[in-house]
């Protein structure tokens, strides 16, 4: 069977697998005139949405929020079906910034962003910005960024709904994390010292997960309140510098740049692991990491001499599930995904009509995506 072949396989198999998201695209309204510019991870189980809002009437320009997670094929594929996208796996950041810039000259009317780097590209253009009307925003550490701009249109928040941030930051993202390290090292936790840096509610899925897969698992957390919070859930908290000695896999889930810098890579334990579970591949300093020899020891994990040492680096210090692995399940993404759908549907609905500013996108809009389908 060919490559294409198989892609098509897996997108059926995944359309399949996706019933409410597909009910959310059904519900869309008319999308003709909306110029719908996209910075989100190109994945497979993106495709279903982009081929809905084609569908719809809407016009596309998708570039990537993180090139490690990019599938070449998916790109190729949502070209074909009309979408202008200027992104592929390991784009270099001078491209990335390019695609960007791109992006906006295509004189966008919405915005749908994971990480705000459109929203903040075009606060530096000033004056000569082009008319957005409104936007989505699906990261927290986009969240985060966007409260230090000033914005001229709403932006909608959808990181902090109940659904998004119980089940994708609190179960999914921990949960295939892990599935996806034993795939690509061939080991598991049984015997390992996890240290999870980081108590929000992806660090506490990481940490739930990495226990229950036999791991031995430490919390390094600098907000007081939220390593009281680790400590009363009865995990062992320590600070980051006495902690990272003994771990034998440390997984950064901060949001923070630089959380892991190199003063704690140069006191780490011979044969310890480096995972990342943040947005952007940032949280750990890779400059310092690999400015020591390293080879690739497996497809997506590299090894790292210091001195007497090994240090293994894992996807690169990006993304680790989606970049070295599949991300969410289908059928969690299933959830999300819907949610998505009709975040965009709000935005050219009673969305457009909000001031200015960053809002949570409101409870009527999504949680008809959580009705099972056949109850729908």
Not at 271 to 300: C, K, M, Q, S, Y
Request: proline share 4%; aromatic share 6%; charged share 20%.
């Amino acid at each position: 069977m060919s490559a294409n072949q198989n892609f098509r396989r897996e997108l059926d198999w995944a359309r399949a697998q996706m019933p409410r998201a597909q009910r959310a695209l059904a519900a869309l309204p008319d999308l003709a005139g909306m110029r719908l510019a996209a910075s989100m991870h190109l994945d497979l189980k993106i495709v279903p949405l982009v081929e809905g809002l084609l569908a719809r009437g809407a016009q596309i320009f998708l570039t990537t929020c993180n090139a490690e997670t990019v599938r070449d094929e998916v790109v190729s594929h949502l070209r074909a079906q009309g979408a202008e996208a200027e992104a592929w796996r390991g784009m270099p950041s001078d491209a990335y910034a390019a695609a960007v810039e791109h992006a906006l000259d295509w004189e966008p009317t919405h915005l749908c962003e994971m990480g705000a780097d459109l929203t903040a590209a075009l606060q530096l253009r000033g004056a000569s910005r082009p008319h957005i009307r409104a936007s989505l925003e699906a990261t927290g550490s986009g969240i985060t960024r966007l409260a230090d701009l000033t914005l001229s249109y709403p932006v909608f928040n959808w990181d902090d709904l109940p659904v998004k941030e119980g089940l994708h930051n609190r179960h999914i993202v921990g949960l295939t994390t892990w599935h996806t390290f034993f795939e690509r090292t061939r080991l598991t936790l049984h015997g390992k010292r996890v240290l999870v840096v980081g108590y929000g509610s992806v660090g506490r899925g990481v940490a739930d997960a990495a226990r229950a897969f036999g791991g031995t698992v430490c919390i390094a957390e600098r907000d007081a309140a939220r390593a009281m919070e680790a400590a009363y859930a009865g995990w062992e908290v320590r600070p980051l510098e006495a902690a990272i000695t003994e771990a034998d896999v440390i997984v950064t889930a901060t949001g923070v740049r630089g959380v892991l810098g190199a003063e704690h890579i140069l006191r780490l334990r011979d044969g310890a692991f480096l995972l990342n579970v943040g947005h952007r591949a940032n949280e750990i300093d890779l400059a310092a990491l690999l400015a020591f020899p390293h080879t690739e020891a497996l497809p997506f994990v590299e090894a790292v001499q210091i001195g007497a040492k090994t240090i293994y680096l894992f996807a690169g210090g990006s993304m680790a599930n989606l970049t070295a692995g599949h991300g969410d399940s289908l059928n969690a993404f299933d959830v999300t995904l819907a949610i998505l759908t009709a975040g965009i549907g709000h935005l050219v609905g009673a969305g457009a009509q909000a001031r200015p500013g960053i809002h949570t996108l409101p409870r009527e809009v999504w949680a008809p995506c959580l009705i099972p389908v056949n109850e729908g």
